[in-house]
């Protein structure tokens, strides 16, 4: 087998980091609420390829944007982290 092959493989099947399922969540939450990121960046004072950037899980966001971005989304950090199964 390749290395490649073997790599992509091992990829798959690595579950997925803190900061991966924080940016699934947020993803979830700004599409329920039928927000762009565009809207959201704006709700938050941050930037739009910030925004991008934590729903890919590239970003390890503050305690301060969490907080920005969970009252942007109108939900509590800790509904955030247990109804999207962040935690």
Excluded: C, W
């Excluded at 910030?50 to 969490?66: K, M, Q, V």
């Amino acid at each position: 087998m390749s290395k490649f092959f073997h790599d992509d493989a091992v990829k798959e099947d690595k579950p997925q980091n803190i900061n991966q399922r924080f940016g699934k969540a947020i993803r979830q939450r700004r599409r329920e609420l039928d927000l762009s990121q565009q809207e959201l960046a704006k709700q938050t004072g941050l930037h739009r390829t910030y925004i991008s950037d934590i729903e890919r899980g590239e970003r390890n966001p503050t305690l301060e944007n969490i907080e920005k971005l969970a009252k942007a989304l109108d939900i509590s950090i800790a509904q955030l982290f247990t109804d999207y199964g962040i935690g």
